[in-house]
């Protein structure tokens, strides 16, 4: 069984950066892919960044998009997300996730793992 352990989490006002590390342990499978998301007080879980197994193929969501960077240490086993130029209404818990396949996904069906999440919090 795999576990994944998000940080990195915190407060930073707007238009600051924070990176997330996800650290994966356990039984793992780097040929899994791999994605981010994220949930604010009472709304849905968000897709926030997809990562494919290898780290060749990357997808964002469009209010991300030039402003986060998914990347990954299969040596490592651990993905991270860097956060730029944050908003305040970026605030939320935020989630890495393990695929069930190795092809990037925005679909949250489609992972099987999911870490306990990581605060971000950014003020205004």
């Known amino acids: 069984q795999v576990q994944l352990v998000e940080s990195g989490g915190g407060l930073v006002q707007a238009g600051g950066s924070l990176r997330l590390s996800c650290a994966a342990s356990g039984r793992t499978s780097s040929r899994s892919a791999m994605g981010w998301f994220r949930q604010a007080p009472g709304k849905e879980r968000e897709f926030v960044a997809a990562?494919?197994?290898?780290?060749?193929?990357?997808y964002y969501s469009d209010s991300v998009k030039g402003r986060f960077s998914i990347s990954r240490d299969n040596a490592k086993n651990t993905v991270y997300l860097q956060m730029n130029s944050l908003k305040p209404e970026e605030t939320a818990v935020y989630y890495c996730a393990a695929a069930q396949g190795s092809i990037w996904t925005r679909v949250p069906s489609d992972y099987n793992t999911w870490g306990q999440g990581t605060q971000v919090t950014v003020s205004s």
């Open positions: 990562i494919s197994w290898r780290g060749g193929s990357t």
